[in-house]
């Protein structure tokens, strides 16, 4: 068994965008380049997705929350969230969406995904939503497997389009009230 790390959540600054930029990007691209992927999609999607002028946008959303996973001093993973408007799907009801969830490479494995998951729940508790939801995409059964151990079941689908490639994603949802 891997070690497990203990990480800190860390609200984002603004004058860290470069720095979020980058491990966006590098996590993105880990994640769904190739072979999964071709270069080409994968760079279409990262220079339009994936630039200077596209995070500070994000970032200036009132709705949007991003976090970085920090161990020892060091960036090891971040989170997005929405909620409101902010959401990039229209669901129903009071909800908190996890846009972006990941660790670096070197970091995968040790229980770091879990704590960020742990640390939504805290969040979306505290701003009082019924439920989390992400989208997840259906040819990524390792993450499918790791948001069922995490409590999220599907509930929908919907289309990504990654360069010129249109894939289908599932979406999952977590609830956190009873009704």
Do not use: C
């Amino acid at each position: 068994m891997s070690e497990v790390v203990s990480i800190q959540l860390v609200k984002v600054l603004v004058s860290e965008n470069k720095t979020l930029l980058e491990i966006g990007r590098q996590t993105f691209y880990d994640a769904f380049g190739p072979p999964v992927n071709t270069e080409k999609n994968i760079n279409e999607y990262l220079n339009k997705k994936f630039t200077l002028d596209q995070i500070t946008k994000e970032f200036n959303n009132k709705n949007s929350f991003f976090y970085f996973a920090k161990y020892k001093n060091s960036i090891v993973g971040y989170l997005k969230l929405n909620i409101l408007d902010a959401q990039t799907e229209d669901v129903k009801g009071n909800t908190l969406e996890i846009e972006r969830i990941y660790v670096l490479k070197e970091f995968q494995g040790k229980k770091i995904g879990h704590q960020l998951i742990q640390e939504t729940i805290k969040i979306a508790k505290n701003k009082n939503v019924d439920f989390i939801w992400l989208g997840v995409w259906q040819k990524n059964p390792k993450a499918i497997q790791f948001y069922q151990k995490n409590g999220f079941i599907p509930f929908d689908k919907h289309q990504f389009k990654l360069g010129t490639d249109i894939q289908t994603d599932i979406l999952m949802k977590r609830k956190l009230t009873e009704k």
